[in-house]
């Protein structure tokens, strides 16, 4: 049964709203379509009951296209969108005429149709009503990546079955898939192998926020502009997954994983001259920042987030306390650009922390050469990941977040880890997952617990 939440704040409704255009037929179904026409990549947007015409859901498909996609916005409610004001034909007979299972056939040519004018992956986008059409298009395996905004009509064992990666964007405040629901849904894609998620409940919302907000709210606007780049980086990450071929399982589920806006925020301002270390050309073949005595027999290796080796002041911090400290330019000089338009995700295609790790070993080597007996190595953010994969490599391995935020299950699933790291850490630490600042002090702290 519809809750009255999916038909509050409804839109005011444009035929003619967004830069793009609407063509009578694209698989056989009149749509709103944007960006180029010549993309590889697609995303397939699916509305809530008000239909394609509205103009938040239009603005929508506009920002994704400029991220380099070709977006079709069909109009799966055939000019038959939900009105609240008809009061002989409620939500309730509405939607007996507009089933989920009929617009999910209809999306089969539409897909069909991307993939005829040369698109090799295609995502989709469900609002509300159309979440249930996209789970059921990853149910099929039709898409490579699905994306649920404040889903209604899905179930848990629609979530078993699905199979491509997905992402669940959910409100605090929701009455057809409240935060429990959308809890159940993380579970159960935690324990399926090889199917990368990204689970959000965003705070003080409610459902359909992402396209019924009102543009004076600016909290609302916010809150949408994150579940949009959250949606945008999910694409991008199994886009390149697809165009690289098959990845191991936990690649897969990691680049979903690593797909959040909050790896963006608050970017420093990078100072290459600074800290009281010295820069090197040549570390283990790498540009690199090291402080510390270079006889000590212990070595730290810190690893950027994605704003570059911006670590100077906690390197020296763990340098006064006896290490050697490595912090190496595993970016060559280019950090993410929050000012660039390429999006997030397109970074990440030229900078897999998995290649990170590979580069890491020869600068270990070089670390043991010059008598080195314990490594240790803390990444932040993006550089956590790429500590997982080089786990074996070293004596102890930190994961934490820049400006002391620490990785929850949630941005770093603990599944995501070998087994070999989390035996390795589970003295004296119970989790990987730390629960406190991770300041240069206490890594100091962590490290010489260990060694």
Partial sequence: MASPQCCA?????????????????FGGIKAYVSGAAESK?????????????????????????SSGYFVVVPDFLHGDPF???????????????????????????????????GVSSVGAAGYCWGAKVVVELAKAHEIQAAVMCHPSFVTVDDIKEVKCP????????????PPEVVKQFEQVLSSKSGIGHFVKIFPGVEHGWTV??????????????????????????????????????????HRCSIASSHCWENPPALDPAGGGGDDV??????????????????????????FAPNLRKIANRVALSGYFVVVPDF?????????????????????????????????????KEKGASFIGAAGYCWGAMSQIQSSSMVDCT??????????????????????????????????????????????????????
């Fill in 9 to 25: 704040n409804p839109p005011t409704l444009n035929p003619a709203g967004g830069e793009g255009k609407v063509v009578d037929s």
């Fill in 41 to 65: 990549a697609a995303v397939v947007l699916v509305s809530d009951v008000y239909g394609f015409e509205a103009p938040n859901l239009r603005k929508i498909a506009d920002k994704v296209a």
């Fill in 83 to 117: 009105v609240p004001e008809n009061t002989e034909r409620p939500i309730q007979v509405w939607i007996k005429e507009h089933g989920a299972d009929k617009g999910f056939e209809e999306a089969k040519p539409v897909i069909a149709a991307l993939k005829e004018k």
């Fill in 166 to 177: 997905i992402a669940i964007l959910g409100a605090e405040i929701d009455r057809m898939s």
């Fill in 212 to 253: 019924r907000y009102k543009n004076e709210d600016a909290a609302a606007v916010k809150s949408a502009e994150e579940a949009l780049a959250d949606m945008i980086d999910c694409c991008s990450a199994c886009a390149q997954q697809h165009h690289n071929g098959q990845t191991s399982a936990s690649e897969r589920r």
């Fill in 281 to 306: 050309n040549d570390f283990g073949g790498q540009k690199a920042y090291v402080a510390g005595s270079a006889g000590s027999k212990a070595a730290i290796v810190l690893v950027s987030d994605a």
């Fill in 331 to 367: 970016l060559h000089g280019d950090p993410y650009q929050p000012d660039n338009p390429n999006n997030p995700g397109m970074w990440l295609q030229s900078h897999n922390p998995k290649e990170a790790s590979e580069v890491a070993k020869p600068v270990i080597a070089a670390l």
């Fill in 398 to 451: 930190l994961l934490a977040m820049l400006c002391g935020k620490v990785i929850d299950k949630q941005q770093m699933p603990r599944h995501l880890v070998p087994e070999a790291t989390r035996t390795r850490l589970s003295y004296p630490f119970p989790e990987l997952i730390l629960t406190s600042r991770l300041e240069g002090c206490r890594l100091v702290g962590l490290f010489s617990l260990v060694w």
